[in-house]
């Protein structure tokens, strides 16, 4: 390969031993490898080891981008806090896929044919994008919608589905889910109209519920959890019982949202962004109009001012004219302009065009000032 590529692979759940570095550095020799973490880029050649294996045996973040226009992002979650059944309504071959790695679930994210600006080398990423494993952990699979409606956008879903299942808060974006929504360039106009209607949505993770579902958890499995919080397996708990608050019966979040039809959003953000860009075409021709208004204005003040010394003017032209040099040409025509606009104005152009000639035959082996005076179009 000789185009730029990014990878950067994270470890959550548990540091790298040295024998997984040592295996890790026989993938590169050139890569930065610590006890959390493998990052490398390449400029000529290629990773010499595939992601989801790597990810599988030692990783649980990975984001990688090429300036072939591709990014991908992928998440590892451990199959006994995750149920790959829910990843199943949002998945897509081309955009989302999850393959189970052992006693994990990886969850892979790809984008491609994308507008990649080429001052970003993808060092950035990973520390926008690593919360939405906690989220995905926590219950929240609003970045499985957000994959999924990427999908649709890349026209993987056909126009007849039904639209994936809906979690609330697409009306209210984090930033790491603004931050994912930006990695992949979801279109706004698509984002808009899957999240209208998620307004009477309202947050099932407030302290309130959090705090009503604590205290209905019977003593028992309270105590459990606090022996597992003294004994040191409590690194997930709070992730756990944040999913369990969600997930609760009675912990719903509002109405369920109804699913649409995939031709339907499509067109509804069709529309959308056509309406937004006559308001912005709007927006746009009134600025020019002020601009030209405001332009004008001030062309007439100029011109007041220009009256009262316009044989000093002619004589500014001819100093600007003999300094020879192309910013003192380009003041010289505009001046030259002005004072074209000034006999226009008072019925004088008797009086301009003889006095342009004369200068035009004074400096008429000057051939870059006389190709501005032509361009400009002011008489010969």
């Given amino acids: 390969m000789s185009a730029y590529q990014y990878y950067e692979f994270q470890a959550v759940d548990r540091p790298l031993i040295a024998e997984d570095q040592a295996a890790l550095r026989a993938i590169s020799t050139r890569a930065r490898i610590t006890a959390a973490s493998f990052t490398n880029h390449y400029e000529w050649g290629d990773l010499k080891a595939d992601p989801a294996e790597m990810m599988g045996r030692w990783f649980d973040l990975h984001v990688s981008m090429a300036h072939w226009y591709t990014r991908s992002f992928m998440v590892r979650l451990p199959r006994r806090l995750f149920d790959a059944e829910r990843i199943r309504p949002y998945a897509c071959d081309g955009t989302l896929r999850a393959e189970r790695k052992g006693d994990g679930l990886v969850l892979a994210f790809t984008a491609d044919e994308l507008e990649i600006d080429g ?94 579902f604590i205290q209905a958890l019977p003593v028992a499995e309270k105590d459990a959890l606090l022996t597992r919080l003294a004994r040191g397996d409590g690194a997930t708990l709070p992730g756990e019982l944040r999913r369990c608050c969600r997930e609760a019966p009675g912990g719903a979040s509002g109405p369920a949202l109804p699913a649409r039809r995939v031709g339907d959003l499509l067109s509804a953000a069709e529309a959308r962004a056509e309406e937004r860009r006559r308001r912005e075409a ?94 400009a179009g002011l008489p010969g």
């Fill in 119 to 212: 001052a970003d080398d993808g060092s950035g990423w990973m520390a926008a994008l690593a919360p939405l494993r906690a989220q995905l952990l926590e219950g929240d699979l609003r970045c499985l919608y957000l994959g999924w409606l990427l999908a649709v956008q890349r026209g993987e879903v056909g126009e007849d589905d039904a639209e994936a299942p809906r979690p609330p808060g697409l009306s209210r974006l984090d930033g790491a889910l603004r931050a994912f929504v930006e990695y992949v360039r979801l279109d706004q106009d698509l984002l808009a109209v899957a999240a209208e209607g998620d307004e009477q949505t309202t947050d099932p993770l407030t302290d309130e519920a959090l705090g009503a």
């Fill in 282 to 375: 709007e927006r746009a021709a009134a600025e020019r109009a002020r601009r030209e208004r405001a332009e004008a204005e001030a062309r007439l003040r100029r011109l007041d001012v220009l009256a009262a010394r316009v044989d000093a003017a002619w004589l500014e032209v001819e100093d600007r004219i003999e300094a020879k040099r192309a910013a003192e040409y380009e003041q010289a025509v505009n001046l030259l302009l002005d004072l074209k606009a000034l006999a226009e104005r008072d019925g004088r152009d008797e009086d301009f065009r003889p006095r342009m000639a004369r200068l035009r035959a004074r400096h008429s082996r000057k051939g870059t000032l006389i190709d501005r005076l032509d361009r």
